[in-house]
């Protein structure tokens, strides 16, 4: 029994191993898992009237045209907001925003400008930095996705996926089949759920994203900032993102700001209530949002939810805010399924003791 275990956890650890080795391939086949999830209820409705593999075909094309419908708007204003992004010219802007501080610290009445210091403003220490973290966080995305290569295979492999998933499911049923039925128990009782979990948090975070989105569309219109739908689509998609969209969002909010802020002007002030803004997004999206839709998805109360992204922003930053909801999740099924048990055993030893 012991030698069949082991065997069994042997295979367990190659499995998990060569899948992160094969990452070019298992990434987008798990991301096509999941939206399969998603699709999974349009499928049934259209295999009612059309054949399997047509309905396979319609789900890819939704999930390939809704973002495209999404983003077609913002090709109207793109070129407009694009010729207000001092892209090719960074140092220039930090140049520009730090002369324009200090006229603005010098126009302050002096109770004012003596809380603040103007030597301490350095935007050109803080573009450096931010840009370091964009760099790190993207290389650490071309690992997970190994490579360039494996960003490119993704995104061509991932609606191929999809299409073959639809059209071969139900999956948990075939893996069922795979083990040994000592197994089946566990196996019924922990899959569905995390399953049933993986689905609710991606729907969840969609519907996040689309709202974060119309709050900023709105915002952005009614103080006059140019492209505002290119940028409201941008910050929306950007935080589905984990470390390196909240950071480039933040960016192009500032820069755009700085160069026209709309109904404040640019410069410094169109500057901070770029910053302002997003501030308030993110805090929006942390304590109001994401408890309401993905904390009501996942079960759990928005006072977990917040307590959890608060953790999780304690202990892994920005990736602990994305990653801590689900984690904590996933950690209840397995919490009732194998700690549960052994503290309700321990109890009853206890109790017999005494």
């Given at each position: 029994?012991?030698?069949?275990?082991?065997?069994?956890?042997?295979?367990?650890?190659?499995?998990?191993?060569?899948?992160?080795?094969?990452?070019?391939?298992?990434?987008?086949?798990?991301?096509?898992?999941?939206?399969?999830?998603?699709?999974?209820?349009?499928?049934?409705?259209?295999?009612?009237?059309?054949?399997?593999s047509v309905a396979a075909l319609c789900c890819v094309l939704v999930l390939l045209i809704?973002?495209?419908?999404?983003?077609?708007?913002?090709?109207?204003?793109?070129?407009?907001?694009?010729?207000?992004?001092?892209?090719?010219?960074?140092?220039?802007?930090?140049?520009?925003?730090?002369?324009?501080?200090?006229?603005?610290?010098?126009?302050?009445?002096?109770?004012?400008?003596?809380?603040?210091?103007?030597?301490?403003?350095?935007?050109?220490?803080?573009?450096?930095?931010?840009?370091?973290?964009?760099?790190?966080?993207?290389?650490?995305?071309?690992?997970?996705?190994?490579?360039?290569?494996?960003?490119?295979?993704?995104?061509?492999?991932?609606?191929?996926?999809?299409?073959?998933?639809?059209?071969?499911?139900?999956?948990?049923?075939?893996?069922?089949?795979?083990?040994?039925?000592?197994?089946?128990?566990?196996?019924?009782?922990?899959?569905?759920?995390?399953?049933?979990?993986?689905?609710?948090?991606?729907?969840?975070?969609?519907?996040?994203?689309?709202?974060?989105?119309?709050?900023?569309?709105?915002?952005?219109?009614?103080?006059?900032?140019?492209?505002?739908?290119?940028?409201?689509?941008?910050?929306?998609?950007?935080?589905?993102?984990?470390?390196?969209?909240?950071?480039?969002?933040?960016?192009?909010?500032?820069?755009?700001?700085?160069?026209?802020?709309?109904?404040?002007?640019?410069?410094?002030?169109?500057?901070?209530?770029?910053?302002?803004?997003?501030?308030?997004?993110?805090?929006?999206?942390?304590?109001?949002?994401?408890?309401?839709?993905?904390?009501?998805?996942?079960?759990?109360?928005?006072?977990?939810?917040?307590?959890?992204?608060?953790?999780?922003?304690?202990?892994?930053?920005?990736?602990?805010?994305?990653?801590?909801?689900?984690?904590?999740?996933?950690?209840?099924?397995?919490?009732?399924?194998?700690?549960?048990?052994?503290?309700?055993?321990?109890?009853?030893?206890?109790?017999?003791?005494?």
């Open positions: 029994m012991r030698t069949a275990n082991l065997v069994r956890a042997l295979v367990v650890l190659f499995s998990l191993w060569l899948i992160w080795v094969l990452r070019k391939v298992t990434v987008p086949l798990l991301g096509a898992y999941l939206f399969m999830l998603v699709l999974q209820p349009l499928q049934r409705r259209l295999t009612q009237k059309l054949p399997n809704v973002p495209i419908v999404a983003f077609l708007p913002a090709a109207f204003d793109f070129q407009h907001l694009l010729s207000k992004v001092p892209i090719n010219d960074l140092g220039g802007f930090s140049t520009q925003l730090r002369m324009q501080f200090i006229e603005w610290h010098a126009s302050l009445p002096s109770w004012i400008s003596e809380m603040f210091d103007p030597d301490v403003f350095e935007p050109q220490k803080f573009i450096e930095a931010t840009g370091n973290q964009i760099r790190s966080a993207g290389s650490g995305l071309v690992i997970f996705f190994g490579g360039v290569f494996g960003i490119i295979s993704s995104m061509v492999l991932l609606p191929i996926f999809l299409f073959f998933l639809l059209q071969g499911g139900p999956w948990l049923l075939r893996i069922r089949r795979e083990l040994p039925a000592s197994w089946h128990p566990p196996f019924d009782r922990i899959l569905p759920q995390i399953e049933a979990i993986s689905t609710n948090y991606l729907v969840a975070r969609v519907k996040v994203a689309v709202v974060k989105m119309i709050i900023t569309w709105v915002v952005l219109i009614i103080l006059g900032f140019p492209g505002a739908y290119s940028l409201a689509v941008a910050v929306g998609a950007l935080s589905l993102l984990p470390v390196l969209g909240p950071l480039v969002g933040f960016l192009l909010l500032a820069i755009v700001g700085f160069a026209d802020g709309g109904i404040v002007g640019g410069g410094v002030s169109g500057f901070v209530v770029a910053g302002v803004i997003y501030v308030v997004l993110e805090i929006v999206e942390a304590y109001v949002l994401i408890p309401r839709f993905v904390g009501k998805g996942l079960g759990l109360s928005d006072f977990a939810v917040i307590l959890t992204i608060l953790c999780g922003g304690a202990l892994l930053g920005i990736l602990g805010l994305v990653l801590a909801v689900p984690v904590v999740a996933v950690s209840r099924v397995l919490y009732a399924e194998f700690v549960r048990p052994v503290m309700k055993e321990g109890k009853s030893v206890i109790d017999e003791a005494s």
